[in-house]
């Protein structure tokens, strides 16, 4: 693994599989492995949400709440996690802020060898201002990475243009690692500002 200002490039893996389009709206975004019957994302939010028909392999973790997938051999889509606000990691605009490092490590051992799963929301933008896809990220093993850097204390809930559909599930993930001082809420790291000095 390379670390390129603060972001993670993950080692390349041969893509298996179809380079067929998944079942994602809207998008000609082909995915490259797995298929729906072996999907974590829970039978419940299958048909509350968009999920996509196919696992895709990460390329790189950009920061705590964007990662790079390829969705089909040579071609690569950043997506940003819906419903988080990690702290920056700098990019030569922005400065790196408190827990940014932490943030993307985190995602970054999460992320590990897997393939993830992505679904969209319905009430959510395809894509936001950037022309970043938005999606929520399953591991195979049924991991939302969304709430589990939430919960962990890497990442602060966000709603950014209204309810999504597992915004109260996020923000009492947040509550419970704010009051267990988790991650960036602690008075030893960032105790909630991400604009406090970045750990060293």
């Known amino acids: 693994m390379v670390v390129l200002t603060g972001a993670c490039r993950l080692a390349p893996r041969p893509a298996t599989g179809p380079s067929n389009p998944p079942a994602a709206p809207g998008a000609t975004t082909p995915a490259v492995a797995s298929s729906p019957a072996s999907s974590p994302i829970p039978p419940d939010l299958r048909t509350r949400l968009t999920p996509w028909d196919r696992s895709v392999p990460v ?3 950009i920061d705590g709440d964007t990662i790079r997938v390829e969705t089909a051999p040579g071609r690569t889509e950043s997506v940003r996690l819906i419903g988080l606000n990690a702290p920056e990691t700098g990019d030569g605009r922005r400065a790196v802020q ?19 799963w992505l679904a969209g929301d319905p009430t959510e933008n395809e894509r936001d201002r950037y022309g970043r896809l938005l ?17 962990e204390g890497y990442a602060n809930e966000a709603t950014f243009d209204g309810p999504y559909v597992l915004r109260d599930t996020f923000r009492a993930a947040a509550a419970a690692a704010r009051r267990a001082d988790r991650g960036l809420w602690a008075a030893d790291t960032c105790d909630g500002d991400f604009d406090a000095s970045p750990q060293r």
């Open 59 to 61: 390329t790189w973790v």
């Open 98 to 116: 408190c827990f940014g490092r932490e943030a993307t490590a985190r995602l970054t051992e999460l992320i590990g060898e897997n393939d993830v």
């Open 135 to 151: 999606a929520y990220a399953w591991l195979p093993d049924g991991t939302l990475l969304n709430r589990t850097l939430i919960a």
